[in-house]
């Protein structure tokens, strides 16, 4: 189900590439949630997990050194350039593309097919922005991992593709067979702009 233990679910092929990018480093996992996801960043190898939730959570003493609990709004988060964890974001303006903004590196998780939908248009266009240092495609969800800013056209992920094009749903094998043509980040900057005033509208 869904949500328990966790909404996102990282494959064994997925951690590896997790592991990659977070061993030794201070991770911020925006939306933690249970902790369930961010106590899995400490055991693949984070250095510290500063885990912000606007929802209370228990963090039991014994990992008061490796993990901080910041129980605040994402706008209110001063901006962070450490390494983020995205896992399943609200599809609703929750202001996260806010502090996401000084991120050297955002590891995202979610999906955005089969009658689901993870982040807001804006969210989405902040990281379609973003250079891809990794995607691991997965029934349960995509992972991808971006790197900053690439201001060339690069061709869009199934996940970019799905969040940009809301007026129907897609499946997962549809949008990830080879060969899909999904099209590129550079297009339809006219469209992005309509979506993202009704996003701030939340239609
Ligand atoms: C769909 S859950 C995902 C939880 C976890 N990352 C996972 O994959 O299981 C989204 C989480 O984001 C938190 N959240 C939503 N809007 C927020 C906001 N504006 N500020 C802080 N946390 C927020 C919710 O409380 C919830 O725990």
């Not at 061993?23 to 899995?40: E, I």
């Not at 995202?108 to 250079?131: A, F, P």
């Amino acid at each position: 189900v869904r949500g328990y233990p966790s909404w996102g679910i990282l494959t064994p092929e997925q951690q590896v590439v997790v592991r990659k990018f977070i061993k030794g480093r201070r991770v911020r996992d925006y939306g933690c949630g249970n902790l369930y996801l961010t106590l899995q960043l400490l055991a693949l190898g984070a250095r510290h997990v500063e885990a912000v939730d606007k929802d209370p959570v228990k963090v039991t003493p014994y990992l008061k050194d490796r993990l901080t609990f910041l129980h605040r709004a994402f706008s209110d988060c001063p901006p962070s350039i450490r390494t983020a964890f995205v896992s399943w974001p609200d599809n609703r303006d929750s202001g996260i593309h806010i502090p996401l903004r000084d991120a050297t590196c955002i590891i995202y998780l979610g999906k955005n097919t089969d009658g689901m939908m993870c982040g807001t248009r804006t969210l989405w266009e902040t990281l379609r922005r973003r250079r891809v240092l990794a995607h691991v495609p997965a029934k349960e969800n995509d992972l991808i991992v971006y790197g900053t800013a690439k201001l060339t056209n690069r061709r869009l992920l199934p996940e970019e593709f799905a969040s940009r094009t809301r007026d129907r749903w897609y499946s997962h094998e549809e949008l990830h067979r080879p060969g899909a043509r999904l099209g590129g980040t550079m297009k339809s900057n006219t469209r992005d702009i309509v979506e993202m005033l009704l996003d701030a509208l939340n239609l």
